[in-house]
């Protein structure tokens, strides 16, 4: 459930007639990294600063915010699942703001979260910060820096994240499901 803060937020869905704001379930076939879609079938994306909200420094200028993901993977096979939120619409290795992967799964589930925790500089034009999480049995991630510790970001407006689901071994019949993608600010 989100609290007061959250700007944005994707959930999980069941149906795909839930629109720009709900993402079904996706399936894993091979070790090729996937972006989740809402349910209208693009990319799903949450912004960091509301729409009406000024694009130059604007309100997030020195706030720290959060971007927030939870899932549920169910695998096909013996493999690892690994999930990551990146910096814009697309995958993009420069962009990937944190990652985390679960320990070795065979035909069983796995629940997790994933937080980076972050500060946007209006002058040096990027964000910064620290990821954590905890995903199934694996080692939880204790505040460890982003995976890149200064994506570019021109503008509050341009602060738009996605998520992925990849499978750690081809297996058949692995499926990813988004309890929520959301930011808030602190």
């Known amino acids: 459930m989100p609290n007061v803060n959250t700007t944005d937020r994707v959930v999980g869905a069941n149906s795909p007639a839930q ?8 399936t894993l076939v091979t070790t090729t990294e996937k972006l989740v879609l809402d349910a ?22 020195t706030f720290k915010f959060v971007v927030r993901a939870t899932f549920k993977t169910t695998t096909g096979g013996a493999s690892t699942s ?28 796995a629940s997790g979260f994933l937080e980076a925790h972050c500060i946007w500089d209006s002058t040096a034009k990027v964000i910064s910060g620290y990821q954590t999480g905890a995903y199934g049995t694996a080692t939880p991630l204790a505040n460890t820096a982003l995976t890149n510790t200064a994506i570019s970001v021109a503008s509050p407006s341009a602060m738009t994240f996605c998520i992925t689901a990849t499978n750690g071994s081809s297996v058949v019949g692995t499926t990813f499901t988004l309890g929520e993608l959301a930011v808030e600010v602190n």
């Open 19 to 26: 629109g720009t704001k709900a993402a079904p379930t996706i």
């Open 40 to 61: 209208t079938g693009a990319t799903a994306v949450i912004a960091a600063q509301p729409t009406s909200q000024p694009t130059s420094a604007g309100p997030l200028d």
């Open 82 to 109: 690994v999930v990551n939120i990146y910096v814009g619409n697309a995958i993009v290795s420069a962009n990937k703001l944190c990652s985390i992967t679960s320990q070795s799964l065979s035909t069983a589930s």
